[in-house]
């Protein structure tokens, strides 16, 4: 068969060498194509019969309607997107079968199966054991950690099907397998443990003063064969803060060595249960294609327990609503879809990453992830990650640069890790095979992902993540080991020693969120000022409430800056046992060149109906020079102390001034990279009285973007704000 060119009006077939993101077009330009592509008339012919049954609402002129063609979630298939108001309907087309005649004409379907009709099917739970089966046969990643497992301190037995008692269990550390339950609190209060209740709980717990996930997620427990189950509500002592903080330390190894974690992905909090059914909306048509002149006949809904097989002269493809899967997105199309409650939750990340296996019930099917695969109901897909983790280790991808290879290179083939190592790319497998700087750039990658999300109490800040902080920690030491250097503690308030002055590099990354997002747009609205209650210093990310970004993850580039100050000291004060949970104080002392500025409102004027501006949009910073060159200035706070100061200057007085520490410069344009530090009123540090400092924000500024060629000016004098500057002891808190 003759290889066609890229239709104009739907994008196919696709160049392979080039990735595809989305492709635009419209319902009524490929209906008038239909006849002279293949392609097109598929895709009109499944959008019309859906559209015709959508519970959605739809406009009278369908024809007009804007048709977004991208890449599936989960497999290479496509996926159709069609906005119908303030709706999208989202379509993927499969095939059931990969025939000679499906590779050539349309290499671009996948290979698609039907669910059954409910999660909390036989069907379904037959695929879930399978699943585990498979896993605990083959994966020595997984079963590594499960080799050493104990119960918990507490766990729930759950007794049997034949007896389904159910009480609190204090366990002797015996070798037993459990299973977690990973869900989300809600708002509306629960059953838990507390100190009146834990005599009770021990001698009996009782079914109906449970939340329907929790007993779901019991009843799960007891078709898999297993006794206990450890659920956070009932097993630590909730309203005893000595119990939660033992308990919270251990979290990251009580679902590192459960037999498996139960992730009530759909349900927005304890009452809505683990099972769900696809709705109507999401039943599959049959459109069949006559191989010989290419006509695509009518569509009819398909069988729901199997899809038709291929006859002679006749081709069939189904059509469906796009299933929400729980597998983070690898294209642009994919971002599109609702985030699944569950993975918003902070939590998350300790409960998902560092856990051997995971079975996520979504509201159309189950989702089964572990440390070195992953699969789902509704493909034929069964991935594989740590083979591709492997074969990178080998080559050397991860850990060494080839001559020929430039750090955007690195930079973006790192980045592709998380798509192709999934689960296992935040969690200790692969973090063992890395190199220094690809640790620092997993972290970095990895507190992004992590401040995006949500956290019902923020001085969980810390503890959520102190089982992969460890993990990390321990992956920082076998490189240390390597290289002969011993450093003592290396984690401080999110931060690590060995790129610690990479680390403070961060900012605040509200710049690429999606502003006709209404939900988006009120929380920056919303953006008060740091935590309300103190859970880390100011140099940390971890003391704004906001998504956080590091220099170069704007850029896609990596090891293109150059420290130019000194750490003398840095500590932290724990509050409690666990020196990677909650805090109590933190102290950072750095040596470097200090530089005054007054702050100054910016000239920017938005165009936005509701007004909207970014914190960098407000305020600007005065060094008292012609400036030749741009600021890039990121407040952390919402620019609210910066503001006030400037409302409470009186008119014609000298206005506030803030101190800029340069921690670097970016190598390409020498553009120097600074600390916005603020002095704290009535505080001084050592014998001379130093002054102390509070970080408010990072600053760089850009020079001028030509220069001759032949320039050789110190890349100080072209800024021209250095004469001012001196070196300094800054003490930071």
């Not at 079963?143 to 766990?155: E, F, W």
């Not at 005893?240 to 009580?254: F, H, T, V």
């Not at 509704?378 to 492997?390: A, E, M, V, Y």
Request: hydrophobic residues 35%; aromatic residues 10%; glycine residues 6%.
């Amino acid at each position: 068969m003759e290889k066609l060119p890229p239709c104009k009006w739907c994008g196919h077939p696709p160049n392979p060498s080039v990735d595809l993101t989305v492709f635009r077009s419209s319902l009524i330009a490929m209906a008038a194509n239909a006849s002279k592509c293949l392609t097109c008339s598929i895709f009109v012919t499944g959008i019309r019969k859906h559209i015709s049954n959508t519970s959605l609402p739809v406009p009278n002129n369908v024809d007009h309607l804007a048709v977004l063609l991208g890449q599936l979630v989960v497999g290479k298939g496509m996926a159709v997107e069609i906005p119908l108001g303030p709706s999208l309907l989202k379509l993927s087309f499969f095939c059931s079968k990969k025939t000679s005649w499906m590779t050539q004409a349309l290499p671009f379907l996948d290979i698609g199966k039907q669910v059954p009709k409910t999660t909390s099917s036989d069907e379904s739970f037959s695929w879930a054991t399978q699943q585990i089966n498979r896993c605990r046969e083959d994966h020595q990643h997984c079963n590594s950690y499960l080799s050493a497992a104990v119960l918990p301190k507490r766990v729930v037995f759950v007794g049997s099907t034949a007896e389904p008692a159910l009480r609190l269990y204090e366990s002797q550390a015996e070798s037993d397998s459990y299973v977690c339950l990973s869900y989300c609190w809600g708002r509306r209060p629960f059953h838990c443990t507390l100190l009146d209740n834990l005599e009770s709980h021990k001698r009996c717990i009782k079914p109906d003063h449970l939340p329907p996930t929790m007993n779901d997620a019991i009843e799960y427990t007891r078709r898999l064969g297993v006794r206990y189950i450890w659920i956070d509500s009932l097993c630590i002592i909730q309203d005893c803060l000595l119990d939660w903080r033992e308990e919270a330390g251990k979290m990251a190894s009580i679902y590192q060595r459960s037999f498996l974690v139960i992730s009530a992905a759909w349900s927005a909090d304890a009452y809505g249960g683990i099972y769900a059914s696809p709705p109507s909306d999401y039943r599959t048509f049959a459109l069949t294609v006559n191989t010989k002149t290419n006509e695509v006949c009518n569509s009819d809904a398909a069988d729901q327990a199997n899809l038709s097989m291929t006859k002679n002269d006749t081709e069939t493809i189904y059509v469906r609503r796009a299933y929400v899967h729980v597998k983070r997105g690898t294209s642009r199309y994919a971002s599109r879809f609702p985030v699944l409650p569950i993975l918003k939750r902070g939590w998350i990340f300790q409960e998902l990453f560092l856990s051997s296996r995971v079975l996520h019930f979504g509201p159309h099917e189950l989702y089964f992830e572990c440390l070195e695969g992953s699969a789902c109901q509704c493909t034929d897909h069964s991935n594989s990650f740590l083979d591709q983790g492997s074969v990178l280790a080998s080559q050397g991808a991860v850990s060494k640069t080839t001559p020929r290879e430039s750090r955007t290179d690195r930079f973006q083939q790192n980045s592709s890790m998380l798509q192709t190592l999934g689960k296992a790319y935040y969690g200790p497998v692969v973090w063992r095979m890395m190199s220094r700087d690809d640790l620092m750039y997993v972290w970095h990658r990895l507190v992004h992902d992590y401040t995006i999300r949500e956290l019902t109490y923020g001085k969980d800040l810390f503890p959520a993540i102190s089982g992969l902080a460890r993990e990390m920690s321990i992956a920082r030491a076998a490189r240390d080991a390597d290289e002969g250097v011993v450093r003592g503690t290396v984690y401080f308030a999110g931060l690590w020693k060995d790129s610690l002055v990479r680390d403070l590099c961060w900012k605040v990354g509200f710049e690429n969120v999606n502003t006709d997002d209404k939900d988006e747009v009120k929380r920056i609205k919303a953006w008060t000022d740091r935590a309300l209650e103190w859970r880390a210093p100011t140099w940390s990310w971890g003391s704004v409430n906001a998504p956080v970004k590091f220099l170069g993850q704007e850029y896609d580039i990596k090891d293109f800056f150059k420290p130019l100050c000194e750490v003398l000291d840095v500590s932290c004060t724990a509050a409690g046992s666990d020196e990677v949970g909650e805090l109590m104080a933190g102290k950072l002392v750095l040596r470097g060149l200090l530089l005054p500025a007054r702050v100054t409102r910016s000239r920017f004027k938005t165009d936005r109906e509701d007004g909207l501006r970014f914190p960098w949009q407000i305020l600007s910073l005065d060094f008292g020079v012609v400036e030749t060159f741009a600021q890039d200035l990121f407040v952390d706070d919402g620019c609210q102390h910066l503001l006030r100061l400037l409302d409470e200057s009186e008119p014609g007085s000298d206005r506030p001034i803030v101190y800029c520490f340069m921690l670097g410069i970016v190598r390409k344009g020498a553009s120097p990279v600074f600390l916005v530090l603020k002095k704290v009123k009535g505080q001084s540090e050592g014998k001379r009285g130093q002054d102390v400092y509070q970080r408010t924000g990072r600053l760089q500024l850009i020079g001028p973007p030509r220069r001759p060629k032949n320039d050789r000016t110190p890349w100080k004098e072209q800024f021209g704000v250095f004469a001012e500057a001196k070196e300094e002891v800054v003490t930071i808190i």
